[in-house]
C-alpha cells in the first residue's frame, strides 16, 4: 500500500482513543473511521479478544525475533484464506518489497511498489503481484499476493503460489508478541466472513453514483488529488475520516448507527 498523506491526516483534531470504528478526538468529537488504517482495523481498532493474545505473549518475554511455534499458528491461520499458497514473513514493507522486486528480476520482470493493484477497485488485468482484501471475492489468482491483515502492527505476508515458492527461499523471523495477536485476528476475520450479522448499508449501497464506486465493503474513487482533499475535509466536517489518499479505498464500517448512516448517504448523494 502507499504511504499515507500527512498533509490530510493532520487535518483531524489529536486523537485521543480509537474504539470499535470510531475515533474519539480532543474537544469530544466522535468520527466515524472509514479509513480502518488502510484495512487493517477492518475488524476495529480492539477486535476480540487480539489484545489479551498481545499480553499474554509479552508477559513471556517474547518481544525478540526468536523461532516459536507461533509461527506455525499463523501460518494455519494462513490457510484458512489461501489454502494451497505457502507464506513468508517480513517485519516491513520495504523488506517484502525488496524480496519481490529481487525474485521477479530473476525472471526478467520489473516491479513498482507503488503500482501494486488493489481489487477494491475493479479492474480485470492479468497482474502477477496484488493486494487481497477481505469481503472481496473471489481471491485473485495472481502468483503473488500481498494481504492486508486485520492487524496493524504486522507482520507484513506474501502469499504464494506454489510456482513461486523456490524464489522466495525464506522471510524473516518474526517477534512471537506480534504473530500471536494477527493469528487471533485472522481467526476472528474468518468468524466474521462466515456470520450472516454482519451490517449492510442498503440505502448507502442505493446512494452510490457519479464519483464513487462500491465492491464489496469497499467505497473507491478515482478524482483528482485537488478533488480528494475537498472530499477529505466535507467528510470529516460532517463526522467521517476518509483515507489520506484516493488510492485507498474507504471501508464501510461493521457498526454504524442509523444517524451516521443519513449522514454518510447524504454526502454520496450530494457528488455527482
Not at 487535518?11 to 474537544?27: I, K, N, Q, S
Not at 484495512?39 to 508477559?59: F, I, S
Not at 446512494?207 to 465492491?215: D, E, F, S, Y
Request: proline residues 10%; contains cysteine.
Amino acid at each position: 500500500m502507499a504511504n499515507n498523506d500527512e498533509e490530510l491526516l493532520r487535518l483531524l483534531p489529536r486523537v485521543l482513543r480509537a474504539r470499535d470504528f470510531h475515533l474519539y478526538t480532543e474537544g469530544g468529537k466522535r468520527l466515524v473511521d472509514l479509513w480502518l488504517q488502510g484495512g487493517r482495523a477492518v475488524l476495529g481498532h480492539k477486535p476480540h479478544r487480539v489484545l489479551l493474545e498481545l499480553k499474554n505473549v509479552a508477559e513471556r518475554g517474547l518481544f525478540s525475533p526468536f523461532p516459536h511455534p507461533l509461527e506455525r499458528r499463523f501460518a494455519k491461520a494462513l490457510t484458512v484464506f489461501f489454502p494451497d499458497r505457502s507464506f513468508r514473513f517480513y517485519s516491513n514493507p520495504s523488506s517484502m518489497y525488496h524480496a519481490i522486486e529481487k525474485a521477479l528480476s530473476v525472471k526478467g520482470a520489473s516491479f513498482n511498489c507503488s503500482a501494486i493493484p488493489d481489487p477494491a477497485f475493479p479492474d480485470s488485468k492479468k497482474v502477477t503481484v496484488t493486494l487481497w482484501r477481505p469481503f472481496v471475492e473471489p481471491v485473485p489468482k495472481a502468483p503473488i499476493l500481498i494481504p492486508v491483515l486485520p492487524w496493524p502492527l504486522g507482520p507484513v505476508v506474501l502469499a504464494l503460489d506454489k510456482s513461486m515458492e523456490a524464489s522466495f527461499p525464506q522471510g524473516e523471523l518474526i517477534p512471537p508478541v506480534l504473530l500471536a495477536p494477527a493469528a487471533r485476528a485472522l481467526y476472528g476475520l474468518a468468524a466474521q466472513i462466515r456470520s450472516p450479522s454482519r451490517q449492510r448499508y442498503y440505502r448507502v449501497e442505493k446512494a452510490i453514483t457519479g464519483v464513487w464506486q462500491l465492491r464489496g465493503i469497499y467505497l473507491t474513487t478515482r478524482v483528482d488529488r485537488e478533488k480528494y482533499s475537498e472530499l477529505f475535509r466535507s467528510f470529516l466536517e460532517a463526522g467521517f475520516l476518509l483515507p489520506p489518499q484516493a488510492s485507498e479505498p474507504a471501508i464501510l464500517p461493521a457498526i454504524m448507527s442509523k444517524g451516521e448512516e443519513t449522514k454518510l448517504v447524504e454526502l454520496l448523494a450530494g457528488e455527482k
